[in-house]
């Protein structure tokens, strides 16, 4: 049985059994029936309900005349993500700035989760990263022909009529590099540092390891920031009415 966090076990201690069910019903059975939830999805679950909560949070306590620090912060990330879409986006941005919010806070959280004591970030796990780019991947496209109806397939034919087969076969692998390209970025970095974090802290307990985790932090913040702005890249592309 796989190494488990306390979360991890407190959650396969009470929910194994539904966990079992709802993979044997998509007939996915668990390799470890004791233990069905891995620490990647405790921590993507946690990270969930924190959200949840910290949303229904900010939702009671709006205020036009005294705003909070919570409420201030959140404004903030959508201002960010709304100057960010108008810019990339244009016209129409607004219908995005939703799903890239949402895209950006899961992933920042997931980032930085893995400093607290006893948790660790579901983005070094390469399932989650992919999760997300497979999402996004979807979204821009059924966001294209929406936008676009059956018009969208002319965006991987090219100029040419005569180049059309070689140009779709282009297309294609170059949208598909793109799931890769998101999972791959974003896995690798959040890998490479709690891997970093972890041997400081083995080798030099106080002190040196600060550093890192500052290091961490600023890396969470980048790398949430690059899965962000592409997105918002492709989908410009997706519903741009000029192919």
């Given amino acids: 049985m796989p190494e488990q966090l306390w979360i991890t076990a407190l959650l396969n201690k009470h929910f194994a059994g539904v966990a079992?069910?709802?993979?044997?019903?998509?007939?996915?059975?668990?390799?470890?029936?004791?233990?069905?939830?891995?620490?990647?999805?405790?921590?993507?679950?946690?990270?969930?309900?924190?959200?949840?909560?910290?949303?229904?949070?900010?939702?009671?306590?709006?205020?036009?005349?005294?705003?909070?620090p919570l409420q201030h912060t959140f404004e903030g990330i959508d201002s960010f993500i709304n100057t960010t879409a108008h810019e990339v986006i244009g016209h129409g941005y607004h219908q995005y700035t939703s799903f890239l919010a949402t895209l950006?806070?899961?992933?920042?959280?997931?980032?930085?989760?893995?400093?607290?004591?006893?948790?660790?970030?579901?983005?070094?796990?390469?399932?989650?990263?992919?999760?997300?780019?497979?999402?996004?991947?979807?979204?821009?496209?059924?966001?294209?022909?929406?936008?676009?109806?059956?018009?969208?397939?002319?965006?991987?034919?090219?100029?040419?009529?005569?180049?059309?087969?070689?140009?779709?076969?282009?297309?294609?692998?170059?949208?598909?590099?793109?799931?890769?390209?998101?999972?791959?970025?974003?896995?690798?970095?959040?890998?490479?540092?709690?891997?970093?974090t972890l041997v400081f802290f083995s080798l030099v307990p106080i002190g040196i390891p600060v550093i890192f985790m500052l290091l961490h932090i600023g890396v969470s913040f980048i790398q949430t920031y690059i899965f962000v702005l592409l997105p918002t890249v492709y989908i410009g592309e997706a519903v741009a009415h000029e192919h």
């Fill in 104 to 196: 950006g806070v899961f992933i920042l959280c997931c980032n930085l989760i893995g400093l607290i004591p006893g948790f660790e970030s579901p983005t070094a796990i390469p399932s989650v990263p992919l999760g997300c780019a497979v999402v996004t991947w979807f979204y821009y496209h059924l966001n294209g022909i929406r936008k676009n109806g059956f018009g969208y397939i002319k965006h991987f034919l090219g100029p040419v009529w005569w180049l059309a087969p070689l140009m779709l076969v282009i297309e294609v692998a170059s949208h598909l590099a793109r799931i890769l390209s998101l999972t791959v970025r974003l896995f690798a970095n959040m890998f490479a540092g709690d891997m970093v």
């Fill in 20 to 68: 079992n069910a709802i993979m044997n019903a998509v007939h996915v059975p668990s390799a470890h029936p004791q233990a069905p939830i891995t620490n990647y999805v405790a921590m993507q679950l946690l990270v969930f309900v924190f959200l949840i909560l910290v949303f229904i949070l900010v939702r009671m306590r709006l205020s036009v005349d005294d705003p909070g």
